[in-house]
C-alpha cells in the first residue's frame, strides 16, 4: 500500500487519529503533547495514534492528504478536524467534545 492508502484505512478504521510526533506517553513537540491533553481531557479512550517521525513516507502524506501543512493532525469519525490550534480552540468552546460524542 501507498502512504494515501494506508492513511486512508487509518482514518477510516479508527474514530479518533492522531498523527503526531511522537507518541502519546512520549510526544516529541510541544504541539503534540498540547493535542495529546486535550484528548485526554475530552475523555478519548480509544485514540489511534501515528509517530509521523517513524515514517518519512506517512509524515509527507499525511500533509498532502489533508492539505494542511503541520503536525498534529486530528481526524475523528474519517473527517480531518485540524491541528493543535484548532483543537485548542475547539476544545475552549465545547465544540470539541460534541464532536467526540457523535
Known sequence: MNANEVIEQQITTHPVVLYMKGTPDHPQCGFSANAVKILNACGVNDL????????PEIRQGIKEYSNWP???????????????????????????????EK
Open 48 to 55: 489511534f495514534s501515528v509517530d509521523v517521525l517513524a515514517d
Open 70 to 100: 503541520t503536525i498534529p493532525q486530528l481526524y475523528i469519525n474519517g473527517e480531518f478536524v485540524g491541528g493543535s490550534d484548532i483543537m485548542s480552540e475547539m476544545y475552549q468552546n465545547g465544540e470539541l467534545k460534541k464532536l467526540l
